[in-house]
């Protein structure tokens, strides 16, 4: 069946540091992908999204390239700052259905 | 941009009760209504998905007679959890969606049982 594998947090870093949070998927046939965020407190934010192969997403500095061969969509940032802080869902859609990973939590020091 | 509210934010109710949870959508119509439960540091596993008019589509181990979804109109669709027990609380979020659009999330319902 489908599924969504992402790195296991916490993450930590210092402000302006580069982030990575790996995600991989396993689908049949060509799901959309997501990452979405999450503040404390709060719900789900959609972050980016790419509907295709080779698409890029990127949001607020956020980015994340659809990468079929690698069944990968790595979200990236150059510099995170201290409310960038919050829980990051990968995410996969196929027909209806949003299938989600773990989640990974993000703390960023100042 | 579309919003999507939940009401209460945080209930606690004993346990043999039963507690309702409204799921809104504020500026959309929403054709498409799903319920995902989410578990402390845990991700999101969706319950069920409901059409406005129609029975709700339960996901496999849900039981379907414990969560009762109904999506009676195209801004509202509620969650009754019957018979509450322990094991029920969690964090509960609705989703909704317009035709095609994309998926928009409400805040999140913290349900506690004691």
């Known amino acids: 069946g489908n599924s969504v594998t992402q790195m296991e947090g916490p993450v930590t870093l210092s402000e302006e540091a580069f982030l990575t949070i790996n995600c991989t998927y396993t689908?049949?046939?060509?799901?959309?992908l997501f990452w979405y965020v999450q503040y404390p407190g709060e719900g789900l934010q959609l972050l980016l999204k790419a509907t295709k192969a080779d698409d890029k997403g990127s949001n607020k500095g956020f980015e994340a390239t659809y990468r079929k061969e690698t069944t990968s969509f790595h979200l990236e940032k150059g510099s995170v700052q201290v409310s960038d802080s919050a829980v990051y869902f990968c995410?996969?859609?196929?027909?209806?259905?949003?299938?989600f990973g773990k989640g990974t939590r993000l703390h960023i020091l100042p | 941009g579309a919003v999507v509210s939940q009401h209460p934010s945080w209930v606690i109710c004993k346990s043999g009760t039963s507690v309702k949870i409204e799921c809104r959508s504020l500026?959309?119509?929403?054709?498409?209504m799903f319920w995902y439960r989410q578990f402390p540091k845990q991700s999101l596993m969706l319950m069920a998905t409901s059409n406005e008019g129609s029975k709700a589509t339960y996901e496999q181990g849900v039981e379907k007679d414990k969560f009762l979804i109904n999506h009676a109109s195209l801004t509202l669709s509620t969650l009754t959890v019957t018979s509450a027990h322990p094991e029920d609380s969690s964090f509960y979020i609705c989703?909704?969606?317009?035709?095609?659009?994309?998926?928009?999330f409400g805040p999140g319902t913290r349900l506690t049982v004691t």
């Open positions: 989703s909704a969606k317009e035709g095609s659009y994309e998926q928009y």
């Open positions: 500026d959309f119509q929403a054709t498409t």
């Open positions: 689908a049949t046939g060509y799901p959309s």
């Open positions: 995410a996969l859609r196929q027909d209806d259905k949003i299938i």
